[in-house]
């Protein structure tokens, strides 16, 4: 190879380098993206498992909310205070106590207090029995199906089926919000976990209608809410709800309920 073959390689590679180096500088300015160092942050602070209960669609897209100032700090319902605390920290907030949810089935029609219109052989889910024929094999329309949806979706197995009717165990429920989401008659709800006071049932019928479906199902008597000193029941389609930040415990509703429907929870 002589001197002017070695010199037109050198050339040809020089030139070859700065083409390549050319399309890179501009494919990286094309397809750059910033990262938020915020956001990187509190997204290895969180718990990582994706349950959607806090409203995103997963742990990164709530700590993009949060760093852009779209979400609370204490957004993530699996970590709670701890976790809280970290992201508190991370964006420079002050952050009090909070408030601990658990999920919470308002319906307490177990299989020895519903009435069954006919029997259901089909899939064990709670989504395929509510396509039947009146959404429900029960005379109840509204109550507990019992076939374990909300169970089968529960991460932390705070979930169980006894009697015929879904129970939460709140010391292992962390609200992540997944068994509100399955279940197709929105019996499911996240409520204070030092609520005492709940009403256990969620039909919309009339009185007549859920005597003759449940023994254990709210007339909308309207005794619970003419007796609370503190005014924190309404009613709403039929059914009894409680404002927790009003409901001092008293107890007044649960005494005064002829239908034995309003539980205290300690």
Known sequence: MNINEIITAVVALSILSIIIGIVLSIAEKAFHIDINELEVAIRDVLPGSNCGGCGYAGCDSLAKAIAN????VSACPVGRQPVAEKIAEIMGKELGDIEKKVA??????????????YNYFGIDNCA???????????????????????AKVCDQRAIRIINGKAVVDEELCVACGKCLKVCPHNLIELVPANSKNRVQCSSKSKGKDVREACSAGCIACGLCAKNCPSDAIIFENNIAKIDYSKCTHCGACVEKCPR???????
């Open 69 to 72: 100032g779209e979400a609370e």
């Open 104 to 117: 919470y089935v308002k319906c307490d029609g177990t299989s020895e207090k519903r009435e069954t219109d």
């Open 128 to 150: 395929y029995a509510a396509k039947m024929p009146g959404s429900s094999p029960y005379t109840c329309k509204y109550g507990c199906l019992g076939f374990g949806s909300c």
């Open 260 to 266: 034995k429907i309003i539980k205290i929870y300690e």
